[in-house]
């Protein structure tokens, strides 16, 4: 399963990029807006970062407007995945898009059903939104599993991006529903490294072997000190 980072904030972005684990990213119209920055250079900056798919969205509605911005987003790097509402428009736009060869991040998607339509239309990937589902009192993580069992069973290419992901266990259930993506916030990125017992593990391996260098090193001093006067160091015979 990939790692992406669901983010605009480049500090965040180069952080992940330090980790060497992140292969993607997405971005909404509310993290991008949320960093008071241009939406061009924004996007651009993130792709000098990361050396794997950028999405970026789109804030229009008509088919045409997203054809024209998708297209026009398309130009600005090689690794930019356009995304788009599941809507008729955007499902429609997606079909013309991935004729031209313009991967499309088919968004918002909360059914199955949605994710039959934009498989059809030739989707780079579809976004189930995990967490938001999961906020209605529904199980989120269900809706990832049906889109994967259909995926397999008519063996479509689009690939499930699990978004929407709140905290580590999602990660984990996005990894054993078969997900192929799974993109969230840094800090639950930063959190699936954390266990108290590899904490505490590491620290009692660092105290032993110190004790027993300062141990070691306390053994050769007494020993130098007990050489009769005058005798050849070992090396010398
Ligand atoms: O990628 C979609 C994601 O950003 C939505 O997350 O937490 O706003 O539901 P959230």
Redesign the pocket.
Known sequence: MKLFL??ANLDEIRKGAELGIVDGV???P??VAREGRDFHDTILEIASLIDGPV?AEVTTLTKDEMLRDGREYAKWHKNIIVKLPITRDGVAACKVLAGEGIKCNM??CFSATQALLVAKAGAWCV?P????VD?VAWDGMDLVRQIVFIYEEYDFDTQV?A????HPLHVVQCAEAGADIA?M?FKVLDSLYNHPLTDKGLKQFLEDWNKAKAEAAEHATKSAGTQPAGAKPASAN
Not at 129 to 132: D, I, K, P, S
Not at 163 to 166: I, K, V
């Open positions: 669901d983010t997405t971005t909404n509310s993290l999405n968004t918002l976004s939104f995990v967490g938001r906020d991006l978004a929407s992901l709140r993109t916030p």
